[in-house]
């Protein structure tokens, strides 16, 4: 449409940067000791990849739904419901079931219970309530209230050994990631992708608010619905890799909003992947070589994520 | 030909629309008038599939609304509304380049370019198309709108009031350009216009609407007249005629 020179060079650059990082990453510190190396640090540098376009992917998309930049989508509750379930299943079973030790399973039925109950939640809104987003995360965010109280409950009940090991989960870490688990995560995130690029003019019309959209010909109740539940998977399976990230998708969109300063999905959503690819590596070379594993890299993604997110909500302020 | 059969809107206990049925006349230019609270922002709601109707049928062009895909009746039927706030930065000609949307998905041929730069000209913002969105007066964003609801280049134009923001000089532009659409392009337009002078100087047909029913429609030589407009808005007036155009005084 209009000029997008400068937005093709800042994505060009972010694309470099995310790439030195990855070099960097994979070969500091090696010596030369490749085929170990490039197993080890392949499967976390994959992991991180898909936890980053996870996470700003669908924090874009949520961003765009509710026409609103300061919320992230875990307000609809689904890390809590993670939680809940990992805790539940702990409670009832134990650590020693196969239930539990089997990864497959475990990382198959969180995704699966994160998007059951957000297609439920979902399915009864968009058939009742059509167009009243905000109904929808006043009540995702309430219903995850209570699903943290109750897993709070559970977890005083609980056996204090298993509660350590449940504690360990509910960290997100990427230095133990399964790695037949980023097989099965790419068979369901790529085509959620595919879907998104296909329809992402049809995301830059819902910038124009319900109205002129439908007068435009998207459908926005049933296209809401579809990027909902494309939102929801994105987030059950970076969760169940990894465990919750809250505030990385939030840093990369805003950010990606700043940098390249356009109104076009497919152009925001490249930018934001690589630049949150690029912070994300950049946290974990730090974890690994400046502070030897002494922290977890989810607290440093944290930290920055939570601070960026105060400093947008000092400054709306301002402008309010 | 857009033609409404028994069609009733209400929310919760108040009925807002009742069994309206009436035809709208293709090619003209039909305004609709009436009191606050009389419906008439529903009706052209309903007509655009903004919001849905209770019950009754609206056939466009002969097709029930709900038979209509939407992507293929956004090339019938265009709509714009009154309050438009965007959350993203969008320059005037990227803002009327969406209209282009239900033809091409995002991606400009050489056709819609040359309907955007028209659509551009005739709202007169064609120097300041690189300006953002946010930077422009009420009235220049209305315009803007305006220009996107035109390079949509749909047969049948809905407006819920386009004269709002807009100062005399604009309005009559405005009105001229509709005019124009009626005229020379063959477009069917429907418009909630509250300046009763404004809809008795441009319209061709006037619908009035009182207490959600269809109070009188036809016409403007035969709706301008002192009983009528006093029975409609429930106030006393006086009806000039002036070089063949009628004036209603109502301060």
């Avoid at chain 1, 926005?220 to 890799?241: C, E, P, Q």
């Amino acid at each position: 449409m209009t000029d997008n020179k400068h937005v093709y060079r800042n994505i060009f650059i972010a694309a470099i940067l995310a790439m030195i990082m990855a070099s960097i990453y994979m070969t500091i510190g090696s010596r030369g000791n490749w085929s170990y190396i490039l197993s080890l640090r392949g499967k976390k540098l994959a992991a991180l990849t898909i936890v980053s376009i996870c996470s700003t992917t669908a924090t874009i998309l949520f961003h765009t739904i509710t026409q609103n930049r300061i919320l992230t989508p875990s307000i609809i509750g689904m890390d809590a419901i993670y939680i809940f379930f990992q805790t539940i299943s702990l409670f009832l079973f134990g650590h020693n079931h196969w239930f539990l030790q089997n990864t497959y399973t475990n990382f198959f039925l969180s995704t699966v219970s994160m998007t059951c109950f957000s297609l439920l939640l979902y399915w009864f809104f968009f058939k009742n309530f059509p167009g009243r987003i905000y109904l929808l995360l006043m009540t995702g965010l309430i219903l995850g209230t209570f699903f943290r109280s109750a897993t709070s409950f559970l977890q005083v009940l609980i056996d204090p050994n298993e509660f350590l090991i449940l504690q360990n989960r509910l960290f997100a870490s990427f230095n133990n990631v399964d790695s037949s688990l980023i097989n099965v995560s790419m068979i369901v995130v790529l085509p959620v992708l595919m879907y998104i690029f296909y329809k992402n003019k049809a995301m830059d019309v819902l910038h124009l608010g319900r109205t002129n959209a439908i007068g435009l010909g998207v459908n926005v109740d049933r296209f809401n619905l579809i990027l909902f539940i494309s939102i929801s998977l994105l987030v059950s399976i970076s969760t169940a890799l990894v465990g919750p990230v809250m505030f990385l998708g939030f840093l990369g969109a805003n950010v990606s909003y700043k940098l390249f300063k356009t109104y076009q999905h497919w152009l925001l959503i490249i930018g934001g992947c690589l630049f949150t690819i690029s912070f994300v590596l950049f946290g974990q070379i730090l974890i690994e070589h400046v502070f030897k594993f002494q922290t977890a890299l989810s607290i440093i993604l944290e930290f920055v994520g939570g601070s960026y997110f105060l400093y947008i909500l000092l400054k709306e302020k301002e402008v309010a | 030909m857009i033609d409404l059969n028994q069609v009733s809107k209400s929310y919760k206990e108040k009925i807002v629309v009742d069994t309206v049925t009436i035809p709208i006349e293709k090619g003209k230019l039909t305004a609709c008038i009436g009191p606050n609270g009389a419906g008439k922002t529903t009706l052209l709601e309903m007509i655009s599939r903004l919001v849905p109707k209770d019950t009754g049928e609206i056939y466009i062009d002969g097709g029930e609304i709900k038979s209509w895909k939407p992507g293929e009746l956004a090339k019938k039927l265009s709509v714009l509304k009154q309050s438009n706030k965007f959350s993203m930065r969008l320059t005037i000609k990227e803002l009327v380049s969406f209209g282009r949307f239900p033809y091409t998905k995002g991606r400009l041929n050489a056709h819609c370019h040359e309907l955007i730069e028209q659509s551009l000209r005739q709202v007169g913002l064609l120097e300041i198309a690189d300006q953002y969105i946010d930077t422009l007066s009420g009235g220049q964003l209305q315009r803007a709108m305006i220009a996107m609801v035109l390079a949509q280049d749909t047969d049948y134009i809905l407006l819920d009031e386009p004269l709002n923001n807009l100062d005399m000089k604009y309005s009559v532009q405005l009105m001229d350009i509709i005019r124009t659409f009626v005229d020379d392009f063959g477009k069917t337009v429907i418009t909630v216009i509250h300046d009763i002078n404004f809809a008795a100087a441009y319209a061709d047909n006037l619908i009035a609407m009182k207490e959600g029913k269809v109070f009188a429609a036809g016409p403007v030589e035969q709706m301008i007249t002192q009983q009528n407009i006093k029975n409609i808005f429930d106030i006393d007036v006086e009806v000039i005629d002036r070089k063949g155009k009628k004036f209603v005084m109502y301060y």
